[in-house]
């Protein structure tokens, strides 16, 4: 990364964090933005959908975006290039939030390389993990995170599956007091697992879960939801189309006659409509490497979300197509 562009990213970093936030330089008018970055006005704050970190001033945009998979592509040159295309669909469309973890392959290098190709990313919400039994290299891959993303702090850290989880909540928390983290999360993607971040999240003072939430698995709304309201904890759905298997189910089928009611124009809108909706949810992750599924995406941000008889009949609807 270039001088000027670390320069620059500090400059409105310090500016978002004086506004009460990193991430609340999205909160600005589009203009403002503009001004400040040099990028297109885009989209305005208040005509998506955005979710406040609990006991803070902060929101963030309610659709962020995963890289699992979709950014593990080594060094196809052809496929950075279509995937530098898809963060800069993500961020015209009034994006924020990107996680990965270095469980994922090369996603963590090619992100970098495709987020240093930009013009603009002031704004991103930078959330990624640490995976490993070991404490000193879980130290080790935080370092080595921060200089594949190419930036100077996280947003959020997050323990990958809760491996290790006491030793890493430490050291994340460490580095947090010390200015150099915002956030602490814990994540998990196996139901095996909700037992213990039960506990954990009852426990622990963390600013983040993610766990695995969408219209079929919905096994989180009887504890860890209400949780997470309970003890003022902001949610990341991962999974939200089952790696694309979802899509599977509703091949060939029409959407219900009411979904243009609420601004549902696809069925990725139908199904991240339906967990946006959701109260405890703070942000859905996404992935994808076209960007014309970015654009259907990003479109669940806008228009009205169900209500609570509207999402029994989404339910409904697609248990029976």
Not at 176 to 192: N, Q
Not at 249 to 257: A, I
Request: glycine share 8%; charged share 25%; aromatic share 8%.
């Amino acid at each position: 990364m270039t001088t000027h562009r670390r320069q620059r990213r500090r400059f409105l970093r310090q500016l978002g964090h004086a506004l009460g936030g990193a991430a609340a330089s999205r909160a600005l008018p589009g203009a403002t933005i503009a001004l400040l970055s040099g990028a297109p006005t885009g989209v305005a704050a208040d005509e998506i959908h955005r979710r406040e970190i609990p006991d803070t001033d902060e929101t963030i945009p309610a659709i962020g975006m995963g890289t699992y998979v979709t950014f593990n592509v080594g060094p196809d040159q052809a496929m950075r290039d279509q995937l530098t295309e898809v963060l800069e669909t993500f961020f015209d469309m009034g994006g924020s939030m990107i996680d990965s973890s270095p469980m994922y392959g090369t996603a963590e290098a090619v992100l970098g390389d495709c987020l240093e190709r930009l013009d603009d990313t002031e704004g991103m919400f930078s959330a990624t993990k640490v995976w490993t039994r070991s404490t000193s290299e879980g130290r080790e891959q935080i370092e080595d995170s921060l200089n594949l993303w190419g930036i100077e702090e996280f947003d959020l850290m997050q323990i990958h599956n809760l491996v290790n989880w006491e030793a890493h909540l430490e050291t994340i928390r460490a580095r947090r007091d010390a200015g150099e983290i915002r956030y602490t999360g814990i994540t998990t993607s196996h139901g095996r697992r909700h037992d213990s971040l039960e506990r954990i999240m009852r426990d622990e003072p963390l600013d983040f879960v993610q766990l695995t939430y969408n219209v079929l698995d919905r096994e989180v709304e009887q504890r860890l939801l209400p949780l997470a309201q309970e003890r003022g904890i902001a949610v990341i759905a991962n999974r939200p189309f089952r790696r694309g298997r979802m899509f599977d189910r509703v091949e060939g089928k029409p959407l219900p006659d009411w979904a243009p009611e609420y601004g549902i124009d696809n069925w990725a809108q139908f199904f991240l409509k339906f967990i946006i909706s959701h109260p405890a949810i703070t942000c859905a992750i996404p992935a994808t490497s076209r960007p014309e599924h970015m654009r259907e995406n990003m479109g669940a941000m806008r228009g009205p979300l169900p209500d609570e008889d509207t999402r029994r009949a989404m339910i409904t609807y697609l248990e029976e197509v």
